[in-house]
């Protein structure tokens, strides 16, 4: 029976819930990484998402200049490059030199770095609000037409098709990477216990850039999925998504990848179903209020049970 | 003569903010440099200062809840207060957090104030924010002030008036400037006393080994909230002088993280973090390294401007503070890389003074 209440809460509650999840999944996976196998919370995360989002939107702009239309996911795959090689240089020049200090040093240094990527991308780009994506985003026709035969409608526009295929997919070749190649082993086995894992031979240096790598693919991916989602971007959008990412990363586990992406969906589907009216005619909790969901679980994780839901690790 | 007067209004307004910053510093001071607790929501706490202090001061309004009109001292210890309960709930919730934790947790907590401030637009007038907040000096010249208690015990409305159209119009600038600088002053002895005195031996004790420190059988977790409520107690009292200095407050703009948060992280790592001079010196030389890039980011884009005529020049403008902050973030790494202690290293209390000769 598909009642108005279905009709309105999948299409408006649910799948934007999720899209928002699987970015924050793709977003916390980076955070949980660094978080796990260089033991420090990565503030700079955010800026990188942010600064790949603009570089996806400057390829698309001299493609076009050159004739060619192309999709944002096209102009993504040079600027995905763009942020791994971002990350590479941010990890030698700024975070190597802690490597051997207390943790929190690195800590004030991405804190440091957050703000420098983000005012070199404001230097460059300007700080107003760039329209990603012109025009409304229509509902998928085909998946229109098709569920309604089953008298179910569901209005999914293309955007979010891509976003949940790109993520997924994305999801695949990440669990792949993980479990089965060497360099995904070697990466769980720092996490795990990095003295160990470098008396059995494993070059943590290697396993380090190995993460940026990941880290910064991901945030990438994020970031232009994130920017695809709103059509807008600007230079405040990395900052916005930390607070959630880290929720996620600790609602999972920290350490744990797929804790990271199940946290990231939780956290997406609760920011968007607490504007639901379970209770009444109005939103249970102020659509303003809205960012405030993803640290208040955040924080009763981290008093009830800080290791996350998938037993992750815990400082 | 005129243009003196603007070079000491300047050098007022330096100091002023300077102060503002090195109130922040103090009481970062307090949680990092003592307790080494990582407080990345600055901001939040002088906001949540600022507010008090004008919501309890200001006039009525049908904008914002009250404008009770209280005394300022009121509204100054009111905003201590405040920022203290609010530092309380959030020390008890997240002291135990490791630092990065507590870093997130903070940084969260201040993204709260500032969505607070913003959906609660019957209390705090929302994104438009609270103006015509009263200066400490100044507020003698508006009429609610004067032709009240203690004010119009002295002289009659009237007679106020002429007297304050007789002198001119800025002299409450110095004096506002040296109240904050007093108080500066005054915060900085009481934190030495504090930093020699047991308590502050005891801080040191657990910042260094934690685990040790609770052996001993101190209470870890008790004097980190101390230590956390005692720095965001100075802070909001910091914020409440922003509020004056500004007198417009709104949440965005004012309370932005990378120019609160951060700048007072710049300066107290610059100066020297566990050391109280070196946080206020670091303030007021981050602080004018800060205001004077202006001048001369501003100057190079006068002088790119003659040079090539053709080049449009308003971007550069506009884009002129991004380029400070990117320099002030590299400055930030610099000094974390090269000279970690900061300009005035920490001293430890056991080797200050008399016993400087047997402690080492």
Redesign the interface.
Known sequence: MWESFWFEFINFYFIPGLVLGCIYALGAIGITLTFGILRFANFAHGEIMMTSSYLTWEFVLVASSFGLILHPIIGAIPASICAIILALIVDRLFYKPFRNSPTIMIVIASFGMMLIIRSMVQVIWGPNQITFVKGIAKPNPIIKDFTSSFDIMLLIPNKHIFILLGTIIIMLIFNYLLSSTKIGKGMRAVSDNPNLAEVSGINVENIVKATWVVGGFCAAAAGVFLAMDTQFIESTMGFRMLLPMFAAAILGGIGRPFGAVAGGLIIGLAEELSAYPWLGDGPVISPGYKSGVAFSIMVIMLIFRPSGLFRGRVF | MEIFLGYFLYAMSLLTVGGIYALLALGLNVQWGFA?L?N?GVAGFAAIGAYTYALLTTAKSQFHFGGLELPLIVGDIMAMIFAGIVATIIGL??IR?????L???T???A??IK?IL??ETDITNGPRGINKIPRTWEHFTEERFYSNFPMNFISNPKGWEVFFDSIPKWWWQPFFACTILTIVIIIYFLLEKLRVSPWGRMMTAIRENENAAAAAGKNVTKRRIEAFILGAVIMGLAGAFLGQHLRLIEPTQTFD??KMT?LV??ML?AGGSGNNKGAILGAFLIWFVWSSSELVTNGFIEILATMFDSVDIS?LK??AG??R??F???L??LI??RF?KGILPEKRPAISGKSQKYAG
């Open positions: 080494g990582f990345a919730i997240c957090l490791r630092a990065d934790y870093a997130i947790a940084i969260g907590i993204e709260i969505l913003k959906n993280p990378s951060f992280w710049v790592i971007i506009n884009r991004f380029i902050m990117l002030i973030g590299l930030l790494q974390l890389q970690p």
